[in-house]
Each structure stands twice: as structure tokens, then as C-alpha cells.
């Protein structure tokens, strides 16, 4: 285990290699960045991880309130300790994966001795088809319960290693109340890239970037984050 600053914030993280890659992205190109009028916005973030997208977001809404998912038990045990630690208020976590329905599922973590937990997913081998995975047993949940009495959502971050089609599908009506949202799209199917901005089209405007900068010319087989701001 390593303890690190991460601007105002003290870190927990297991694998050096990782944390500064997502450090990388999250941080140092700015991912994840709305802009809101709302000095306390309500933030969903799945995919937390171990807690630097959450330390990023308290960072730029340092009153904002968040949700955040993180099924995977490794990663969610750090993130539990990354919120204590900096002693956050306002941060619900959610020891669950986001996707279709409510139950019990497998779910492929990093069995290898590099101990790479972010490339976790319900989709097995969905990031290179090659990397070496054990599959668990982790609860899943939808997100209708958990905003129905929200009107607004500031801020929607998806990063599900491959499952994001899966969450927009089937959460179509809630992208009503979304006034940002950004989602992390991996190249592991053909055509889903086509089909995800097809979904978001509908309510936002979207840019699309490639390791932090805007791009128009987009490949089927990079990872990408979509940004998308509500339409009026």
C-alpha cells in the first residue's frame, strides 16, 4: 500500500503504474471537468475506482454531493479509505455495479501479479482479450431508485470497462435530468460506438476527446471520453 498528495488530498493506491496513469487523465487532462452554476451540484459517478475521479470532482465542487458505484471489493475497500481519510462529507458509496437489472453477477478482476483493478468489468477479457481475470460474484443494481427524487443531475460519469451501452440503454429515461455527462467508451465491440452516440445525440451535445484533447475525426479503436452538455 502507498499514500501519496493528490492536490489538497491525501492517497491511498495499491499499483503505482496505474495510479499514475488515471492520475494522468483525471487530473492532469481534466477529463471529468463541467462547468456548473450550481455551487453544490449532485454528481453520479460509476466506475469510482478507488476514489481519484470522487477527489477530483470534491475538488472542483468542493460542496458538491456525490454517488458513487464501485463493485469491485478490492478498489472499493481504498475508496472507502481515501473518503476517510481526507475526511469528505457529502460522498454516498455504493458497493454495486450500475447496469440493466437488479441481482447477482460475475464480475472479472485483474488475476495477474501486476494487480491492475481499474481494468475491472462485467465483461470478461474487456481490455486487450488477453489479459488474465478471475471472476467473482458482485451485486448489481439499476439507478431508478437511487434518483427518483432527484430532478437534476449535474454531472453523470460512466467508466464501466465496457458496459456503457449496457447503462444507456437502459437508463434512457433518466438522461432527462442530466445536464453533463461524460463516458469512457472502450473499442471492444464493432458498431458500439455508433450506437452510444446515437443515445446521447438525443439529449446532449457532444464533443469527443482522445487522451484530453477535442477531436473530429474519430477511430473505432481508441479509448475515448464522451462529453456531452444538455441540449436546450
Not at 495499491?14 to 449532485?42: A, C, L, M
Not at 478507488?50 to 458505484?69: D, H, P
Not at 439499476?142 to 460512466?158: E, F
Amino acid at each position: 500500500m502507498n499514500l501519496t498528495k493528490l492536490g489538497r488530498f491525501n492517497v491511498i493506491y495499491h499499483n503505482k503504474q496505474e495510479y499514475h496513469t488515471i492520475k494522468r487523465e483525471v487530473w492532469g487532462q481534466d477529463i471529468y471537468y463541467f462547468k456548473s452554476n450550481n455551487p453544490s451540484p449532485f454528481i453520479i459517478d460509476i466506475g469510482a475506482h478507488i476514489g481519484i475521479s470522487v477527489l477530483y470532482f470534491k475538488q472542483l465542487y468542493e460542496n458538491s454531493t456525490i454517488l458513487a458505484f464501485e463493485p469491485n471489493p478490492i478498489s472499493f475497500e481504498t475508496l472507502k479509505q481515501n473518503i476517510q481519510i481526507n475526511q469528505l462529507e457529502g460522498i454516498s458509496l455504493i458497493n454495486k455495479a450500475v447496469s440493466s437489472q437488479e441481482g447477482i453477477s460475475s464480475f472479472y478482476i485483474d488475476d495477474s501479479k501486476e494487480n491492475w483493478q481499474s481494468n475491472s468489468s462485467l465483461l470478461e477479457h474487456s481490455w486487450t482479450g488477453k489479459e488474465k481475470t478471475k471472476a467473482i460474484q458482485i451485486q448489481c443494481t439499476r439507478l431508478d431508485s437511487y434518483v427518483k427524487n432527484m430532478p437534476i443531475i449535474d454531472m453523470l460519469k460512466i467508466d464501466t470497462e465496457g458496459s456503457e451501452e449496457t447503462i444507456l440503454k437502459s437508463h434512457k429515461e433518466m438522461l432527462n435530468k442530466v445536464k453533463n455527462i461524460s463516458v469512457e467508451y472502450h473499442p471492444i465491440a464493432k458498431g458500439k460506438l455508433k450506437r452510444i452516440l446515437q443515445i446521447l445525440k438525443s439529449y446532449f451535445n457532444i464533443q469527443i476527446s482522445l487522451e484530453g484533447k477535442a477531436i473530429k475525426n474519430i477511430p473505432n479503436d481508441k479509448l475515448l471520453t464522451i462529453h456531452g452538455q444538455k441540449r436546450e
